[in-house]
Structure formats: C-alpha cells, structure tokens
C-alpha cells in the first residue's frame, strides 16, 4: 500500500495534496459531495502511482509513505485510506467509522493543534 493519510487532517482537508497529485487519487476533492461530510481525505491505494508529490504539499505533514513508515498510533488510519471509496457510501462510511474510532481512542492527539500533530506522533 502506498501512501496513508494521517490524523493531522483529520478536520484540516487541506487539499493542497490533492492539488499536486497527478492522478488525482486523493479524495474526496472539494468539488466532491463527501467532502462536506467526512473528516479527512484518504489516498486510494490503487489509483496512487507513489509519486511522492503529496508529502512536501501537506502543510500539516499527515502524509507517510508507507506503511512502515506511519507511527503505531496511526496504524488504524491504514485500514481507512485502504477502504474509502469515493462514491460509495458504505466504504465511505466504514472509513469515517474507523477516522472516528481513532479520535475516540486518542483524546491526547486531538488536543494538539493540527499543524503539530505529526511531531507528537512520536511522543504519544
């Protein structure tokens, strides 16, 4: 699986990632329906040719480049990026499940600004 996106876009949506993706697998864009409803975005994993371009655009750093790479604390998010679907309420809904499970498990993290989250990572 390539690229996961993290809890510091969780309620950031920043889309400067989607943005610079030549491929546009990063969703939900702003000129999707979901992004009004869901929490963060997610990179899907067949659609992303591992570019890269996405981790330097993030201006919250919530972008790691593999699974080995992202922080055990996170480690759930990989199963959310892996599962949404843009267009498909069901996965879309399973993702955000699992994005609200996160939140709910890691009060600590989500009381540290966005922008400074990813630093905390290896903290908590």
Do not use: W
């Not at 922080?71 to 499940?97: C, F, V």
Request: hydrophobic share 40%; aromatic share 4%; glycine share 2%.
């Amino acid at each position: 699986m390539p690229f996961i996106i993290t809890d510091p876009c969780i309620e950031t949506k920043d889309t400067a990632c989607v943005d610079v993706c030549p491929v546009d697998c990063i969703h939900p864009r702003k000129d999707e329906p979901e992004f009004a409803e869901t929490t963060m975005l997610y990179i899907h994993p067949e659609e992303c040719i591992d570019c890269g371009a996405c981790v330097p655009a993030c201006p919250v750093a919530a972008i790691y480049e593999s699974v080995d790479a992202t922080p055990s604390n996170q480690k759930d998010l990989i199963e959310a990026n892996a599962i949404y679907r843009n267009g498909d309420p069901a996965l879309i809904a399973q993702a955000e499940e699992i994005v609200k499970a996160h939140i709910a498990s890691h009060p600590e993290l989500m009381t540290i600004p966005a922008a400074e989250r990813q630093a905390a990572h290896a903290t908590h």
